[in-house]
């Protein structure tokens, strides 16, 4: 997609600090990281939300996600990850072009968890009726 940021990563037109490419995949250096080492890996092929993603992308991408983070937590001595991948502007996302974050953590950084709440009475069990209901594979 011609208009698209991490197009135009992918295709060369705008710099960025690459430290993976294959046929399917590119890793780039996050320009806003949490933490140093946050990485985005990004497919090529060009889809909005991650349900887009075919097949030949999604196993290579996994791997790539693996291999940074074991870089940054065995080799730049982070003491976890995060991956985060954001689906829709409710969600967080900005960039309309599938992207996970690969994000390096340590204990007292300073970044936030989620707040979680619990559920009311019989609310757990419906909505796992309502997704088990429409699941496809
Ligand atoms: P999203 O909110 O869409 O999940 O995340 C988009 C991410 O892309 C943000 O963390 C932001 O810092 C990063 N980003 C935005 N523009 C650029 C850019 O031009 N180069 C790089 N390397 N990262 C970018
Ligand atoms: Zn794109």
New binding site residues.
Partial sequence: MSDC??CK?INKT?P??VVYEDEQVVA??????VNPG?T?VVPKEHKEFFWELGANSCGPVSLVIQKIMNVLVHDLGYEGVNL???NGPA??????HV?F?VIPRKSGDGHAHWRGAAYEAGEQAMMAEKIKAVLKF
Wanted: proline share 8%; glycine share 4%; no cysteine.
């Fill in positions: 940021l991490f990563i705008i960025a600090e780039f250096l996050d320009i806003n990281p946050h985005l985060i991948q954001n969600s967080g996302q900005v960039i309309p992207h974050h």
